[in-house]
């Protein structure tokens, strides 16, 4: 098999639209109709729903631990119930790769975590292959996709989306068992 990815030259917002109607072709070529998109405030995620309006998919919106609160990064309830009028699950929980109990101890006594060793790894590829990720770990943990079966991962650098992947899906308990299996479109520079 032969396909294409999209190699971004910059991280900003106007990448969305590309890498968003790039993951619903290679979706529709694939039969995918499990589609798991990080957002902070919906936007993203409103966006996907447009993108995706004419095809029957399980659409989660996966949002930043409340943990960053204080950052104003974190959904209001509006935001999470405009998103759920729409027909999209809406997922705020703890972060599969870090921002966890044990970064509370590092930050305290030094040291890392497995997961930060991991989340640092993907950063390598960008912000987004990291988000990208954890929000299919964060969705099958929460019983929110199959993990039998391949998903749509959209993630990004900052706002919007500039990732998108194929993956086989694991729980994080089973991590070793995750698979990326294409890469849809990323920056070119981490």
Request: with cysteine.
């Amino acid at each position: 098999m032969e396909k294409s990815i999209i190699y971004f030259e910059g991280k900003e917002v106007g990448n969305t639209d590309k890498t968003l109607e790039a993951a619903r072709k290679r979706a529709e070529e694939l039969g995918i109709r499990d589609i798991v998109v990080a957002t902070t405030h919906g936007g993203t995620a409103i966006k996907t729903v447009d993108v995706f309006s004419d095809m029957e998919v399980n659409l989660v919106a996966v949002t930043i631990s409340e943990a960053f609160h204080e950052e104003g990064w974190c959904m209001t309830v509006e935001e999470r119930k405009r998103l759920q009028d729409k027909g999209v699950k809406v997922l705020t929980c703890l972060h599969s790769l870090g921002d966890n109990v044990a970064t509370s101890f590092n930050k305290e006594r030094g040291g890392t975590s497995i997961e930060e060793v991991i989340r640092e790894t993907l950063y390598r590829f960008s912000q987004g292959m990291k988000v990208c990720i954890e929000i299919v770990l964060m969705a099958a943990d929460a019983g929110l996709i199959n993990v039998d079966r391949e998903v749509v991962a959209i993630g990004g650098t900052g706002s919007g989306a500039d990732t998108a992947l194929v993956v086989k899906p694991s729980y994080s308990m089973n991590f070793r068992e995750f698979e990326i299996r294409e890469i849809i479109a990323k920056p070119r520079i981490p």
